[in-house]
């Protein structure tokens, strides 16, 4: 179904004169760091001081989340300002970017911004031709150039703040810019061992292991070389906080220091639990943030970034310059005036290759009044894809082979079913006690009118922003194709693996990279 643009595309650039008033724009993302894991939320073996500034200079959220736990769909709903329901093809993993849909940095760049991004930007996945016949530039002009000598094998070699500085020097004086700062770290592929040999960290800082993870010294491990990864992004962070001060910008940008989705271990990223959508976010604004140090706990979606953007940019209000989308501006959230969401949108549909005919795992879910509740479309699908192919839709590390190996030798089977096992068609969690979603309310008879009013809720809302499997048409997310480029690195591990020929018993003990895996990689017998 044809949906409006997002962002009209007669955007007008204002005078140079006004440029002075106008805020700078650095949004920084992290790619797959989870909530909580941020010194400023008080965690003891991850050190982020750049990220403890943004939030003691501005606001630090505690209850920012998601609308999908997934690289390309959720940066999606950043750029977009829509649900990923609401974006056709841009609902899954490694799509064509619709074409229909402008992403606010393409809408701020026809305001008289300068735009660009180094790292990662919209990713993975095809974005499409411009109308000038050029590759879309959903998130600015790449610069990616300068690199470094990264702590690790694992850590990209890419000099995001290096990157950062060109950028403000390439631009002309004066220009407002709007720049994407999207770090390719704490995704895997980790050094293991490096958070103990290069970060000088002690497994025993660790206070806490989820429980649906063995509590060894491999998992703890493998922890803290996702810590490692997380300090270097907030490293960088930290070199362009510096750098904005030293050009003179700082107390006019607005900084949002977020992730895109939970940390790349069984049972966050790729799925709609707690842990998986729930996001750290800070944001400052010298010029625009009233009573910084504040914390909130009002709901934010990642949808309300894109209106905030331009409405700050524009100095009006969305409805002035973009078509309707589904998210709220914080601008009363930054002036001290929050209004409060009384509830909050979370799904997914198709994530990761290796169900059969590549099918999806469709979930839609709402947050309220302390509550999480899961619609889980299709039970009888493997959540996080199937046996043969791995569990694809979970990262490969030492954790996840940790679960899969102490399945296959018969201990914690209750590890195994809660990490990849099949779950029942509805879930229902009092995150106020179950943070990490072990107890399943949903057929409790003391919260059938809880789970009743929550299902109303979520399926009145989801009507009323035209999501397909409220038709009947959930099938149209099945039939988007996947990008070239993420079909071919699959097809090619298929072939050099003879995936079609391997047992399962022996795929159970695999440990796969996904989606970003390595097809040269070979598989571990």
């Known amino acids: 179904m044809a949906a409006p643009l997002l962002f009209t595309s007669g955007a007008v650039a204002q005078p140079d004169a006004d440029n002075a008033g106008r805020p700078n724009i650095l949004f ?33 959220f505690m209850r920012a989340y998601t609308p999908n736990a997934k690289c390309a769909p959720s940066r999606a709903a950043v750029l977009t300002g829509r649900n990923s329901w609401q974006l056709g093809a841009a609902a899954n993993h490694g799509c064509y970017f619709p074409v229909e849909y402008r992403t606010f940095m393409e809408a ?31 998130t600015g002009a790449e610069y990616n150039g300068g690199k470094t000598t990264p702590p690790t094998k694992g850590i990209s070699p890419i000099d995001y703040a290096g990157n950062f500085e060109s950028f403000l020097k390439s631009r ?27 970060g000088g960290k002690n497994t025993a800082q660790i206070d806490r292991v989820p429980p649906y993870w063995p509590d060894t010294e491999t ?21 362009m906080l510096e750098a904005l001060e030293r050009v003179g ?16 271990f069984p049972r966050m990223k790729g799925t709609a639990y707690e842990a998986s959508v729930h996001m750290p976010l800070a944001i400052c604004w010298p ?65 990761d290759l290796g169900r059969p005919n590549d099918t999806g795992y469709p979930i839609r879910g709402l947050l309220m009044d302390g509550f999480l509740y899961l619609k889980n479309f299709e039970p009888a699908r493997w959540p ?36 990849f096992g099949m779950r029942p068609e509805e879930e229902l969690y009092d995150l106020s006690t179950d943070a990490d979603c072990m107890n399943n309310l949903a057929r409790a008879p003391e919260h059938s009118a809880r789970l009743s009013q929550m299902k109303e809720c ?54 796969f990279e996904a989606p970003d895996f390595d097809p040269e990689r070979p598989l571990k017998r």
């Open 249 to 264: 910008e700082l107390e006019n940008t607005i900084i949002v220091v977020t992730s895109d989705n939970g940390m790349p």
């Open 108 to 138: 701020i760049s026809g305001m008289g911004y300068e735009t660009g991004f180094t790292g990662k930007g919209w990713s993975p996945g095809d974005p499409g031709i411009a109308e000038d016949g050029t590759r879309r530039q959903l």
């Open 172 to 198: 002309k004086p004066g220009q407002p810019f709007c720049f994407w700062y999207g770090g390719r770290e704490p995704h895997r592929k980790y050094e293991y061992g490096s958070g103990v040999a290069v």
């Open 384 to 419: 996080m894809c199937d046996p043969v192919t791995g569990y694809l839709n979970t990262d490969g590390g030492p954790t996840k082979t940790a679960i899969l190996e102490q399945n296959r030798r018969g201990v914690n089977h209750w590890m195994w079913e809660l990490n």
């Open 287 to 351: 010029r625009g943030i009233k009573n910084p140090g504040r914390v909130s706990r009002d709901y934010v979606s990642f949808i309300d970034f894109a209106p905030t953007i331009i409405e700050a940019a524009s100095g009006a209000p969305q409805a002035a310059t973009m078509a309707p989308v589904q998210g709220r501006s914080l601008m009363d959230i930054f002036q001290n005036n929050a209004r409060g969401r009384e509830m909050l949108l979370v799904g997914q549909e198709r994530h």
């Open 458 to 511: 979520l399926f009145a809302e989801l009507r009323r922003q035209n999501d397909p499997r409220m038709e009947g048409c959930g099938y149209v997310f099945d039939q988007y194709p996947y990008a070239s480029k993420n079909r071919d690195l699959y097809n090619r591990f298929m072939d050099k693996n003879e995936r079609a020929k391997i047992r399962t018993s022996w795929v159970e003990q695999s440990d």
């Open 28 to 60: 920084c993302i992290a790619d797959d760091a989870s909530f909580g894991h941020m010194s400023a939320y008080g965690c003891k073996w991850v050190s982020t001081p750049a990220f403890d500034r943004v939030a003691r200079e501005g606001v630090l």
């Open 219 to 239: 998992v703890r491990n493998d922890m803290l070389d996702y810590a490692l990864e997380v300090e270097h992004f907030d490293r960088h962070l930290g070199r």
